[in-house]
């Protein structure tokens, strides 16, 4: 079954960098792009990143372009997402998902599934 | 301050019908498909519609969603005590080239 798994969270000082994973499995990772969208506590969902099927198109929400590195290895089937000067602003459970909807149009995609996070703390 | 504007709140009782709306603007929702989350604190999200009103396979039909202008909604039929969660509506917002979340609607089951 299509699986994602999230990994590489912790607790991390401001400015600092932390590097997440998510491995991908039950499906051809290299035909689906990808998204990682976080959730701060108490907070809502906030989309973070999403890199394309084959690597060549990254869009970032503003808050984090400059700082984070959305990339995948297609050979390991891993997404991964370089977080540089990191803010205590950045807490967050970090989720990848699947981009769904086959097509080269941003917003006819969906996500599904979604993997079950890794919780990242900003604290000095 | 969420570019989709959810109530933070909804409730009802079993085998009510409620409603949740996502109003948002010509960027996001006039011009582009609404999506709708489930997600229970602790789980993964769940896809519940795609492209404004599809169900995805398992997802029952008393999920169904609509979309005018630049609002949309989900409404939740016969409700159960099980669909007590965070409902989230997103879109592509093109003048943010990115995806945006609503802020979330808890949903209660009295």
């Known amino acids: 079954q299509v699986q994602l798994v999230e990994s590489g969270g912790g607790v991390v000082q401001p400015g600092r960098s932390l590097r997440l994973s998510c491995a991908a499995s039950g499906f051809t990772f290299s035909s689906y792009g990808m998204h990682w969208v976080r959730q701060a506590p108490g907070k809502g969902l906030e989309w973070v990143a999403l890199?394309?099927?084959?690597?060549?198109?990254?869009y970032y929400t503003d808050s984090v372009k400059g700082r984070f590195t959305i990339s995948r290895d297609q050979s390991k089937n891993t997404l991964s997402l370089q977080m540089n000067s990191l803010r205590v602003e950045d807490t967050a459970m970090y989720y990848c998902?699947?981009?769904?909807?086959?097509?080269?149009?941003?917003?006819?995609?969906?996500?599904?599934?979604w993997g079950q996070g890794t919780l990242v703390t900003v604290s000095s | 301050q969420s570019v989709l504007t959810q109530p933070p709140s909804a409730s009802g009782t079993p085998g009510q019908r409620v409603t949740i709306s996502c109003s948002g603007s010509s960027s996001n929702i006039g011009s582009n498909y609404v999506y709708w989350y489930q997600h229970l604190p602790g789980t993964a999200p769940k896809l519940l519609i795609y492209?404004?009103?599809q169900r995805p396979s398992g997802v029952p039909d008393r999920f169904s969603g609509s979309k005018s202008g630049t609002s949309a909604s989900l409404a939740i039929s016969g409700l159960r005590s099980e669909d007590e969660a965070d409902y989230y509506c997103?879109?592509?917002?093109?003048?943010?080239?990115?995806?945006?979340f609503g802020g979330g609607t808890k949903l209660t089951v009295l």
């Open positions: 997103a879109v592509w917002d093109d003048s943010l080239s990115g995806w945006v």
């Open positions: 890199i394309w099927n084959d690597g060549s198109i990254k």
């Open positions: 998902a699947r981009s769904v909807g086959g097509t080269a149009v941003p917003g006819t995609d969906w996500f599904d599934p």
């Open positions: 492209r404004n009103n």
